[in-house]
């Protein structure tokens, strides 16, 4: 009998409606289009404006993008892991939320929080669930509301986010197609780089954390930078020189869309040239956890069965890695 593999069956994506432009921030805060996609390569990013509607509408909408595309009978999941940096609210699961609303009726599910790596450490978690050979159909989501934590008055972390989410489902494959490894990697030095200080049980909520806007992300943006740069980098090299892979055998590098200098510096390190790095952050700018999930379903008509992927992340803790997969299907 051939070994299983967690192989990706199905992806599906939802971003929202509204369009916040490089030339909208110029309104709100002192920057300009230049600078912002010098820097970062952002040109705009998508934002949920829906009263009441929080990370869940966007992992619904994701979901059910994924379940007609696939003609997905929901009540055949068996689990549903919700990649997400932004939940609806503090104790209450997200991921049962939405799996209830999808109908996935008898899934269990939970929620993954490791900031902008929550999807990469998911595709660990759904592959080792289906290996396992104790479920079939694991459904892995990644979605935040990103606007929900920013201060649209600081301009060092305005520009940088977005809202959306993304979806892939994970099935047993036995051609060798799917997850092959994995480098996963954390470091608490990272804990005071990028941050949202008050909220949680340090420092819970109060007139004064209101009023010092702790409850908004800070960022050190050249320091977070730096380890980005080096962390991504360093587990792409290391898990091709692991498989014996080459610039050559990489057909795609999926890399989280962070900042466009790091994706290109990753990609440098990997010998790649630009045609196999997969690039959309100047339309959705950072949407965290959704960021990989989105590249796979804006791009997956050009991915076909038996490609090399390397996906790529780096997130607040700090958290990163990369994985290696090959693709399992033809559009």
């Known amino acids: 009998m051939n070994k299983i593999t967690a ?78 940096a932004t939940p609806d609210m503090p104790v209450a699961s997200t991921g049962v939320y939405v799996a209830t609303q999808i109908g996935a009726v008898n899934a269990f599910a939970f929620d993954l929080q490791a900031a902008c790596s929550s999807f990469l450490y998911g595709i660990s978690v759904a592959s080792s669930y289906i290996e396992s050979g104790r479920y079939k159909k694991v459904l892995l989501i990644g979605a935040d509301k990103m606007s929900s934590i920013i201060d649209y008055t600081d301009r060092a972390t305005c520009i940088i986010f977005g809202d959306g989410g993304g979806a892939v489902l994970f099935e047993p494959n036995t051609e060798g197609l ?21 909220g949680g049980s340090i420092l819970p909520p109060s007139e004064e954390t209101i009023k010092n806007k702790q409850h908004y992300v800070f960022q050190d943006g050249k320091t977070v930078f730096k380890y980005a740069v080096s962390g991504m980098a360093d587990v792409s090299e290391k ?21 466009k200098r790091i994706i ?11 045609e196999k790095v997969l690039v959309n952050i100047h339309r959705y700018g950072n949407t965290t956890s959704a960021t990989l999930p ?38």
């Open 178 to 198: 799917g997850f092959q490894d994995e480098i996963l990697r954390s470091d608490g030095i990272g804990r005071e780089f990028l941050k949202i200080e008050a």
């Open 264 to 274: 290109d510096a990753t990609a440098n390190r990997m010998g790649l040239n630009e």
């Open 7 to 84: 192989a990706i069956t199905a992806v599906g994506s939802y971003v929202p409606d509204y369009v916040l432009s490089n030339q909208v921030l110029e309104t709100l805060v002192d920057t300009n289009d230049e600078w912002i996609t010098t820097r970062t390569g952002i040109k705009e990013r998508r934002l949920l404006k829906e009263e009441g509607q929080g990370t869940s509408y966007l992992a619904i909408k994701a979901a059910q993008n994924l379940i007609e595309k696939a003609n997905l009978d929901p009540k055949e999941i068996d689990l549903v892991i919700m990649a997400t």
């Open 239 to 259: 898990i091709m020189q692991r498989n014996n892979l080459t610039h050559d055998d990489i057909n795609w590098l999926v890399a989280h869309q962070a900042n």
């Open 294 to 331: 989105l590249l796979l379903s804006d791009f997956e008509n050009q991915l076909k069965k038996g490609d090399n992927i390397i996906f790529a992340a780096f997130g607040g803790g700090f958290t990163w890695g990369a994985v290696y997969l090959k693709w399992a299907y033809n559009k």
